[in-house]
């Protein structure tokens, strides 16, 4: 086998369209049990940042949308019929347990057993690790506390007091979900940094592969963690159900409690908070690591000869972890493989 994929994702997908391509053995392990990746788990509500002809994986443009920019339902059955358009051999569910070197390769241990493979790209993504800060107080708050990895909607929420933490875009758009069925506490650690409405996810990609290249004039209106101001957002920021306030100083069993003295009590948190990379089946080879990140040269891992990194943000290439940014990552990744079997 010249090739495994470890992941089944948006990255993987895109991966494995460039290792057909090229004519190599290769092979996708997915430790889900259906195609889409983490887009099966988000909330019904999510809304792609760009419309649906600029989120596109390589050679196959993702049918438009009737609703404007799709939703994780449209995403997860383009994933689904992408597979099936590039007859991807995905094997799921697979778990990957460990990865190790060896004279030829590596050898990828799962929970169907070993495989031998000259080169791997680790495309596990970060959903299945969500990360939630160190909080004063916040173990003993007696309510209710999500991730937004798990946040499935609002219905759950209504009627009840539910305070949402984050200033980015998962943030926003689960303020803007939540604000007219309950009593909302929106908070972030900076004011919110809106884009200007006019612009989506294909600016954003633009400006960050101009910085990639180094071009003048490429820090532009923003950046990848601003908020895009989709329909919901906008209908919710311009009615006056957005109004962002400080994250509290600590919780208590009942709420929670600001800087200043005001108290609010609580039914439900909601921690929009970011990710982490899930590397944790690449430990056994022992890669160095600084603030949890390998070295790289885009998604090819430095002093790691075969090993690559795709589709976990910036670090492994500028908006890898979009639709439409991956692409070129993936391409990138599987020639440098295809010059190293060469040589």
Not at 312 to 321: T, V
């Amino acid at each position: 086998m010249d090739v495994i994929v470890i992941g089944g994702g948006q990255a993987a997908l895109a991966a494995a369209y460039f290792l057909r391509r090229a004519g190599l053995s290769y092979t996708v392990l997915d430790d889900q049990d259906a195609p889409g990746g983490a887009w099966r788990h988000t909330w019904p509500s999510l809304r792609l940042f760009s419309p649906a002809e600029y989120s596109s994986l390589p050679g196959w443009r993702m049918p438009p949308s009737k609703d404007g920019n799709p939703d994780a339902a449209h995403v997860m059955a383009y994933l689904t019929e992408y597979e099936r358009r590039y007859e991807i051999p995905v094997e799921r569910p697979v778990r990957v347990e460990a990865v190790r070197r060896t004279s030829t390769g590596f050898e990828v241990d799962t929970d169907r057993g070993t495989r031998q493979a000259a080169a791997v790209i680790s495309a596990t993504g970060t959903w299945s690790r969500p990360f939630v800060p160190a909080f004063p107080g916040r173990e003993s708050f007696g309510g209710r506390q999500w991730h937004s990895a798990v946040y499935d909607g609002p219905d759950e929420h209504a009627g009840r007091r539910v305070m949402v933490v984050g200033g980015a875009n998962s943030g926003a758009q689960i303020a803007a979900d939540l604000a007219p069925v309950c009593e909302l506490v929106w908070c972030t650690l900076a004011p919110p940094r809106y884009l200007p409405d006019d612009v989506d996810g294909r600016e954003l990609f633009r400006l960050a592969s101009a910085r990639v290249r180094g071009e003048d004039g490429a820090q532009g209106v923003g950046g990848l963690g601003d908020i895009v101001v989709v329909p919901p957002v906008r209908e919710a920021r311009d009615t006056g159900l957005l109004d962002p306030e400080d994250v509290p100083q600590h919780f208590t069993r009942t709420g929670a409690v600001w800087a200043d003295g005001t108290s609010r009590e609580l039914d439900h948190v909601i921690w929009c908070t970011g990710f982490r990379p899930a590397l944790r089946h690449l430990a056994d080879l022992e890669i160095p690591r600084h603030q949890g990140r390998f070295a790289t040269d885009g998604p090819r891992v430095v002093d790691s000869p075969g090993l690559y990194v795709l589709g976990y943000g910036d670090w492994c290439g500028a908006a890898s972890a979009t639709l439409i940014g991956v692409g070129q990552w993936a391409r990138a990744a599987v020639r440098d493989i295809v010059e190293r079997l060469d040589a």
